[in-house]
């Protein structure tokens, strides 16, 4: 029982301090997705919006799904381009973006919603002006039927 109570003192502060620190990391990511959740709410859209669109055929917009590779061959949603997160690093911001047009809307979807808005707010910063996020991403997509893989 002593050595038990030895260690515990020994290490409580080690112990507390990854306690204390733990919420602070794991929720870090989420504020700065309610912050951009909130400064971009007018550009979010609920996925029944983007079904209602593939079920009439409704060809002027574009998916661009963020996801990773692997992700995206597993399961994407009909008719959805990948263009990885980590491509948008690459992207030259001095020829306008030339990979996505601005001639149709762009609809945006990661994994759960953060990437698609820091997406999001690259191309409104760039002069898009209808540009969509799917909100919630593929983790809140209920529709399987209009789910393919590669």
């Known amino acids: 029982m002593k ?3 030895k260690y ?3 290490y409580s502060t080690i112990v507390f301090v990854i306690l204390l620190a733990l919420p602070l990391w794991l929720f870090a990511d989420n504020e700065e997705y309610t912050k951009l959740e909130t400064l971009y709410n007018d550009f979010l859209i609920m996925p029944e919006t983007l079904v209602y669109m593939i079920q009439r055929g409704d ?11 692997r ?12 263009f990885p997160w980590s491509r948008w690093e690459q992207l030259d911001f001095s020829n306008g973006l030339s990979e ?3 001639d149709k809307q762009i609809f945006l979807i990661s994994s759960d919603g953060f990437y ?8 409104l910063h760039h002069g898009y002006k209808t540009v969509y996020s799917i909100e919630g991403g593929m983790d809140n997509w209920p529709y399987g039927d209009y789910l393919e893989k590669n």
């Open 3 to 5: 050595s038990l109570l």
């Open 8 to 10: 515990l003192i020994k």
């Open 116 to 123: 698609s808005l820091k997406a999001l707010e690259i191309l």
């Open 59 to 69: 060809t002027n917009y574009i998916l661009l799904d963020l996801r990773d590779g």
């Open 100 to 102: 996505i047009p601005r």
């Open 71 to 82: 992700s995206y061959s597993a399961s994407h949603i009909v008719g959805a381009v990948s």
